[in-house]
């Protein structure tokens, strides 16, 4: 079983960052595929980032590309999701997910595990 905590919501002005982290238990964290999902107010879940189990591969939503990078730290069993020049529509629920084969996905339905999410709010 893999528990996911998120942490680094907040509330910041556009044009500012947050730094997200994902601490996961397990003893086989530097095996899993890692990704980040956002969910804003009546809208569907969608993809953000998602980072290989190595760290070597990552893949970003066009929205987020060239503002927001995904990391890890396979010693601490964290992920992270550093978001720069915040806008407003960036405002929602993320939730990082652990997906414990394969390779990373863009797909939600591929990843089992998921956290409780952490608010972001963006004003502007």
Not at 7 to 17: C, K, N, P
Not at 62 to 78: E, L, P
Request: with cysteine; hydrophobic share 35%.
């Amino acid at each position: 079983q893999v528990q996911l905590v998120e942490s680094g919501g907040g509330l910041v002005q556009a044009g500012g960052s947050l730094r997200l982290s994902c601490a996961a238990s397990g003893r086989a964290f530097s095996n899993y595929a890692m990704g980040w999902f956002r969910q804003a107010p009546g809208k569907e879940r969608e993809f953000v980032a998602a980072i290989s189990w190595s760290g070597g591969i990552t893949y970003y939503a066009d929205s987020v590309k060239g503002r927001f990078t995904i990391s890890r730290d396979n010693a601490k069993n964290t992920v992270y999701l550093q978001m720069n020049s915040l806008k407003p529509e960036d405002t929602a629920v993320y939730y990082c997910a652990a997906k414990i084969t394969g390779s990373a996905s863009i797909s939600d339905h591929e990843y089992p595990y998921w956290g409780q999410g952490t608010q972001v709010t963006v004003s502007s």
